[in-house]
């Protein structure tokens, strides 16, 4: 609707662990007209969190590129 929306998230700290990078096909930084990023990619993986709380949303001050609708 040409607003961003925001929702407060509360949750306990995610746990991580180390990850590998099988196949990588990254093309935003280029997309965006960035260098491309140097050396090997650092990556973690997470099975998430058990509980997560999520407050009232409300909109925001409209983004970047965006008109108030």
């Known amino acids: 609707l040409g607003m961003l929306w925001e929702t407060p998230v509360e949750h ?3 746990p991580l662990a ?4 099988d196949v990588l096909e990254e093309t935003l930084t ?21 509980h997560v709380r999520l407050g009232p949303s409300r ?10 609708g």
């Open 18 to 21: 180390d990850a590998a990078v």
């Open 30 to 50: 280029t997309a965006a007209g960035l260098p491309a990023p140097l050396g090997e990619p650092l990556v973690h993986f997470s099975e998430g969190v058990r």
């Open 59 to 68: 909109p925001c001050l409209p983004g970047p590129g965006l008109t108030p």
């Open 12 to 14: 306990e700290p995610w």
